[in-house]
């Protein structure tokens, strides 16, 4: 199984609501990853989880809240988010993160709206 | 710390060839190439380490030169499920213990 599966598909939020992004892999995998993709541009690195723990945070806003409940999923928790936010936000899970080398397995990502 | 790609757009005929080229102002200690195609999550298809190696499957390789700093992606007799956008993604330094920066993608359209 090679497969990273994110819900939901789509996401449809106001600027007050609070929800949350699923991702799950069952590869073994002890690195994940949160990604922001805008419309004809590359995915931006949120966050990075390695063995179960926070081990980057590329600045994001504190709106996002990102938590990894077991080696298996990632979860990000939304909260009070602006239109600007409105994108695709893509996890990814790869054997291990840092001096090792491997490649990222993304999932089909969560399509946010925010009104 | 962006990788520049290029060219941005690509244009080819089924059985043409293509390369993408990725260049860094930092020194790199790694390539990764994805291909994104619309709607979908990006696919991995290679990477690359310092070492100046060169990578390839089927009909798709790759080169990295360290000392330049850049890594081309060679598509060679391509076919219309080639089309998408590639990405590079590199790690800087010596170790790489950074995380993959993407480049801003080269838009590939394969026509009959």
């Known amino acids: 199984d090679t497969e990273v599966t994110q819900t939901p598909k789509h996401l449809v939020m106001g600027m007050t609501n609070k929800k949350s992004l699923k991702c799950e892999q069952h590869m073994g995998h002890r690195a994940m990853y949160w990604y922001k993709q805008k419309a004809k541009k590359p995915p931006e690195l949120m966050f990075v989880y390695s063995y179960e723990k926070l081990s980057i945070n590329e600045s994001v806003p504190s709106r996002f809240s990102p938590e990894c409940p077991n080696s298996s999923l990632l979860n990000l928790h939304l909260h009070a988010l602006q239109p600007e936010d409105s994108a695709l936000y893509l996890c990814a899970s790869s054997l291990s993160q840092g001096t090792e080398h491997y490649e990222q397995y993304f999932g089909p990502g969560t399509r946010l709206t925010v009104t | ?112």
């Open chain 2, 1 to 112: 710390q962006q990788p520049v790609q290029s060219p941005q757009a690509v244009i080819l005929r089924e059985g043409e060839d293509a390369v993408i080229n990725c260049s860094s102002s930092k020194a790199l200690y790694s390539v990764h190439w994805y291909r994104q195609k619309h709607g979908e999550a990006p696919v991995f298809l290679m990477i690359l380490l310092k070492g100046g190696e060169q990578k390839g499957h089927e009909k798709i390789s790759a080169s990295f030169n360290e000392k330049k700093q850049q890594s081309s992606l060679y598509l060679t007799a391509s076919q219309l499920s080639y089309s998408g956008t590639y990405f590079c993604g590199t790690e800087i330094g010596d170790s790489g213990n950074t995380p993959l920066v993407f480049g801003k993608g080269t838009r590939l359209s394969v026509i009959a």
